[in-house]
């Protein structure tokens, strides 16, 4: 598989180098080169989870990986399902959440963590990661334990729920986890500091793991796929998918399921009040504002930094981008959506309920939706509690790490000190 540098396209990498590197020159984002649809999409969509996916992503990797090892990695990753639950006539949720850290960033986590283990030259390697809570989860428990790579995530202090903290701030061993004075935005800004800092990358391997790793994005490629195999056959090329969006990691994965052949008629674009892209698509101006805190509070980003993917990808397609639907909700919005959910029997949280209500708002009679569930219920459980006057129970794995101490670290946002303790 070759992939080239978005913002430089003489940059030209493999697959594997392209996993190791994460970021290109100029921090830009690597691309695939080659896009062809798959041979026969039916067919692939007969076939259960792990082996469509691994048949997926041996044809988008192509000579370079062989089929054999990518099966092995897709195996590793995906032991967990993506059941697609119906809601009522003609509404769907897309459960994602029900990996080892009840979120979507699971798929693309663990994927990554066996593709980085796979290629991992003798260099020592290190993880350094920004999340807005729950990639940090995703990545400290996909790398927990992996010989040969350090982990260091870097996370908003005080602004992201504590359960999510404690899932990923307790394990240690091979995870460092640092809580910086500032919001998610200035985490991103710090990390990719660290990627320009030459000498920094070389002394300690840096490697990035948030949405940014193209690894990532391929493995959630796959859930795509399986949301449209669970569909009714006769309903499959009427289907719109709302994608509840933050860095539009979620959103580039399922755009790249359409080119590679996937029956998805349109996309929704779902954002809380950080609502840079549906302002963009609609008034053709890219004007963030200062990040607000939100009740979905892993969607608090205001550059999103897969944006240029996105309009990569339609540039490429010639698919014009006001074909995409696009959306935001406030808090209030939410509320009221994670209500009438519950109504309709389906205990949801914040980030699904934007998605769901978006769709609600933007489908069209002949057509069939289906929403994404990002992250269990449990993992907003104060929110969710307070909303819908509950006590959501904890699964299994959250219980575990609710009883754990705090493992982090306390930094301002300045790079001289963050660079001191990579190095120390
Ligand atoms: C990360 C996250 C999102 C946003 O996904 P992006 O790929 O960054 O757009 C949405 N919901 C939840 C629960 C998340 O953790």
Redesign the pocket.
Known sequence: MNLYNIKDNSEQVSFAQAVRQGLGREQGLFFPEQLEPLADVDALLDLPLAERSARILSHLLGDEVPAAKVSELINAAFTFPAPLVKLKDGTYALEL?HGPTL???DFGGRFMAQCLAAFRTNDKITILTAT????GA?VAHAFYGLEGIEVVILYPKGKISPLQEKLFCTLGGNIRTIAIDGDFDACQALVKQAFDDEALKKAIGLNSAN?INISRLLA?VCYYFEAVAQLPKADRAKAVIS???????????GLIAKALGLPVKRFIAATNANDTVPRYLKTGQWEPHQTVATL?N??D?SR?N?WPRVEELCRRKGWALETLGSGMRDDAQTRAALKRLHQLDYLC?P??AIAWDLLSEQLAEDEVGVF?C??HPA??KESVDEILNLDVPLPGPLAKHAELPLLSVNLPAEFARLRAFLVG
């Open positions: 959440f979120a979507f960033k807005s809570g729950d990639t995703a949405s959630q994608v509840p969006s933050g860095n539009f990691g979620n959103l580039t994965a979905s892993a969607m980003v999103p897969n949280e980030h699904g994404l990002t992250a993992k907003f």
